[in-house]
């Protein structure tokens, strides 16, 4: 498996940045794809699919939110030969109501389920729990530096999972016997409240952050206000719904199932990000 080349979708993204880096790390043969990649990959131009597979025997692959392409994609890639599959999914595809039936991403993770499930070659699941890295590349960043993050989360909590733990049990199951047919839930060793997380960056960082709770139609209108679309902000709120509803709080096992040790903990995280919030 080691001697053949690995193909890694969402190569730019917060997991697959990091798988291709650990990858890479290896020495292993790896190709990065991404629409400014060579060969390149759109995920929406299936004329770009068969270069990037071309070779392929193992993929971490990262679907594309609202979309519903990861099953053509993984037939084509059985289809030239594709032997493994690494499918990152999200937590809750197998809760009932943990995503409302309007929820894009959700529809796209079910049905990627069962596209490799039903492939016919080996494939492993990850479902990771909210990233932290949310914090501290992603959609809180902006907020945090701003001082103020308002979401309608209520006092919910939430088992954060650091991004390097999803790359690394992502690089166990492409690169290692012992993770075919199995689902791994990923999240970290507790959970903590927005109002909590953002308690552990101003400690850290010594800025004023706090979190504001809002109600699902107060978020709407201010992002709306602010520009954005509607259906976007419904889907955002809806996206932190689950967190609202006490469906997030647990604590899960793949982490230490996969990599046979804990998970990082959310202050680790911070104490190693802290320089993303001083600007």
Do not use: C
Not at 20 to 32: D, H, P, Q, Y
Not at 72 to 80: I, N, T
Not at 164 to 184: M, W
Not at 189 to 205: C, G, N
């Amino acid at each position: 498996m080691n001697k053949q080349t690995i193909l890694v979708t969402g190569a730019t993204g917060r997991t697959g940045s990091r798988v291709l880096t650990l990858l890479r790390r290896r020495g292993l043969l790896v190709r990065a794809a991404s629409r400014a990649g060579e060969p390149r990959f759109d995920w929406l131009d299936r004329a770009t699919w068969d270069a990037a597979l071309d070779g392929v025997k193992t993929v971490y692959l990262v679907p594309l939110d609202g979309e519903l392409l990861t099953r053509p994609f993984v037939e084509r890639a059985v289809e030239l030969g594709v032997e493994r599959v690494v499918l990152l999914s999200g937590r809750g595809v197998d809760v009932p109501g943990y995503s409302g039936e309007a929820n894009i991403a959700g529809a796209t993770h079910i049905d990627g389920e069962s596209a490799v499930r039903d492939s016919g070659v080996a494939w492993t699941i990850l479902r990771p729990a909210w990233f932290a890295q949310n914090f501290s590349e992603g959609v809180f960043l902006d907020a945090v530096l701003a001082g103020e993050l308002r979401l309608p989360a209520g006092d919910g909590a939430v088992s954060f999972v650091d991004a390097d733990d999803i790359a690394a049990v992502a690089v166990a199951a492409l690169t290692e016997g012992g993770h075919d047919g199995r689902t791994y839930e990923l999240s970290g060793p507790r959970a903590l409240t927005v109002a909590q997380a953002v308690a552990e960056i101003s400690a850290v960082t010594g800025r004023d952050i706090r979190y504001v709770p809002l109600s699902p139609e107060d978020f709407v209108a201010e992002l709306t206000a602010g520009g954005a679309a509607a259906e976007e902000a419904a889907d955002f709120a809806e996206a932190v719904s689950p967190i609202r509803r006490g469906m997030d709080r647990h604590v899960s096992d793949g982490v230490t199932r996969a990599l046979g040790r804990r998970p990082r903990d959310f202050t680790d995280f911070v104490k190693a990000s802290a320089r993303a919030w001083h600007g």
